[in-house]
């Protein structure tokens, strides 16, 4: 069975940092291009963050609102998928959901997990 | 970046039913169009990609159609588990972008 499990969110005040985290297992994590989705009511959902194979030299990619915040990165040998935000406001206050992509349309997805970002 | 229109917003049927959900992109984007479903508190879940491949597992009453700009997902004979969200988004390289949504109620 296909699982893909997010972990890290919560509450952060504007400016603050978050790492979220994703675990995948029941399928090969290493051949699978992997990206972060977010969803808020008032946006959405919003494609965040793209990072390709081993093979592409792990190639990133990046929404242009969280381009220069936002880092993505994953470790193959432990199934895991990263998303670094930082300087994090208002706007970044959503659901995330980690997706694996075999036909370059996001085929898996996670249960997401809540980021708000207030005071 | 390519924008992603879905009509309608929101549409009601009855069970057995068969709808038509369209989607138009900014821009020619070949077959490169995927359909997700999303039921309330839950993730979305593919159920086409390539415009008219289905998803492992997505009943045949499910299909797509269209290229270049136009794209539809039809559902023939509705069922109770057919009513949610549906999203249409390019996936015709990045910054993917995804359309606003249609939301299928029970008439």
């Known amino acids: 069975e296909v699982k893909l499990e997010e972990s890290g969110g919560g509450l952060v005040q504007p400016g603050g940092s978050m790492k979220l985290s994703c675990v995948a297992s029941?399928?090969?994590?290493?051949?699978?291009?992997m990206s972060w989705v977010r969803q808020s009511p008032e946006k959405g959902l919003e494609w965040v963050a793209e990072?390709?194979?081993?093979?592409?030299?792990?190639?990133?990619h990046y929404a242009e609102s969280v381009k220069g915040k936002f880092t993505i990165s994953r470790d193959d040998s432990k199934s895991r998928l990263y998303l670094q935000m930082n300087s994090l406001r208002a706007e970044d206050t959503g659901i995330y959901y980690c997706?694996?992509?075999?036909?370059?349309?996001?085929?898996?997805w996670g249960q997401g997990t809540s980021v708000t970002v207030s005071s | 970046d390519i924008q992603m229109t879905q009509s309608p917003a929101s549409l009601s049927a009855s069970v057995g039913e068969t709808v038509t959900i369209t989607c138009r992109a900014s821009?020619?984007?070949?077959?490169?169009l995927a359909w997700y479903q999303q039921k309330q508190g839950k993730s979305p879940q593919l159920l086409v990609y390539?415009?008219?491949t289905l998803a492992e597992g997505v009943p045949s009453r499910f299909s797509g159609s269209g290229s270049g700009t136009q794209f539809s997902l039809k559902i023939n004979s509705l069922q109770p588990e057919d009513f949610g969200s549906y999203y249409c988004?390019?996936?015709?390289?990045?910054?993917?972008?995804f359309g606003g949504g249609t939301k299928l109620e029970i008439k």
């Open positions: 029941g399928f090969t994590f290493s051949s699978y291009w």
């Open positions: 990072i390709r194979l081993k093979s592409d030299n792990y190639a990133t």
């Open positions: 390539n415009a008219k």
């Open positions: 997706t694996g992509m075999i036909t370059t349309a996001m085929d898996y």
């Open positions: 821009e020619n984007i070949y077959s490169y």
């Open positions: 988004q390019h996936h015709y390289g990045t910054p993917y972008t």
